[in-house]
C-alpha cells in the first residue's frame, strides 16, 4: 500500500522553518516517518507545495519521490495527488511531524483497517496520554468509549477520494502517537524522548 507524506504545509505554529526539515537527533522529522514506512514494507511519495521548497529539495537530494501540489491545505493538496497520479486503491496518509511512528504501529493499523472492511481508517490515541506528555490538542472525540485525538495517519480509498468514506476508528493506547509536532515545547519533549 502506497504511503502519502504528507509534508505541504507552513507550519506556521512551529515557527522554525519547514517542519519536515526540523531536526530530531541529527536528522529531519519526515525522515522518520519515511523510514517506518519503509520498515513496514510500505513505499511511500511525500507530497510537497510551494510551500515548502527546501523540503522538495531536500527528497530530490536523497531520491525520494515527491509530487509538488498546488498547496491549498491539507485535503485540497491530497485530493489532488491522487486524481493527478490516478492513485485508485487504498493508501495510507501520513502528517510529516510524527517522528516516533514505527513498523509495528502501521502494521497495527493496516491489521484493523483490513479486518474492519471499511474503504477508510482513522488512527486515534487517548486524550490522557496527549496530557500526560504535555503535548496540546485542538480536536478530541469519543473512540471506544475513550475520550481521544487524530493522530494524522489515515486510510483512504482512492477510487472514492472527495467523497465521504465510511471509516473504521482505530484507537492505539501508545505514547509515541502522542508527539504529532506543532509546538516549540511538543519538539522539546519528543527530543528528550527520542534522544535521551
Same mark, same amino acid.
Given at each position: ?44 511519495? !511525500? ?11 531536500? *527528497? ?21 495527488? !491522487? ?11 501520513? =502528517? ?33 496520554? *496527549? ?11 469519543? !473512540?471506544?468509549? $475513550?475520550?481521544? *485525538?487524530? !493522530?494524522?495517519?489515515?486510510? $483512504? ?12 476508528? $482505530? ?18 519533549? =519528543? ?6
Amino acid at each position: 500500500m502506497l504511503a502519502l507524506i504528507m509534508a505541504g504545509g507552513a507550519g506556521s505554529r512551529l515557527g522554525m522553518a519547514e517542519k519536515p526539515l526540523v531536526t530530531i537527533g541529527t536528522r529531519p522529522m519526515i525522515a522518520y516517518v519515511l523510514d517506518a514506512f519503509a520498515s513496514a514494507g510500505h513505499e511511500t511519495l !511525500v507530497v510537497t507545495s510551494p510551500r515548502t521548497p527546501v523540503t522538495k529539495n531536500w *527528497c530530490r537530494a536523497n531520491g525520494i519521490e515527491r509530487y509538488d501540489a498546488e498547496g491549498s491545505g491539507y485535503i485540497d493538496d491530497l485530493e489532488e495527488t !491522487v486524481l493527478a497520479l490516478d492513485l485508485g486503491e487504498p493508501l495510507f496518509t501520513c =502528517v510529516a511531524d510524527l517522528p516516533c511512528l514505527n513498523a509495528r504501529i502501521i502494521h497495527t493499523i493496516e491489521e484493523r483497517y483490513r479486518t474492519a472492511g471499511t474503504p477508510a481508517c482513522s488512527t486515534w490515541v487517548p486524550h490522557d496520554l *496527549c496530557r500526560e506528555y504535555g503535548c496540546r490538542t485542538q480536536y478530541t472525540a469519543i !473512540v471506544d468509549g $475513550v475520550d481521544a *485525538c487524530p !493522530v494524522g495517519i489515515n486510510i $483512504v480509498d482512492g477510487t472514492r477520494i472527495g467523497s465521504a468514506q465510511e471509516e473504521v476508528a $482505530v484507537l492505539i493506547r501508545d505514547r509515541r502517537l502522542a508527539f504529532n509536532i506543532n509546538t516549540r515545547e511538543e519538539l522539546a519533549l =519528543v527530543r528528550s524522548y527520542l534522544c535521551r
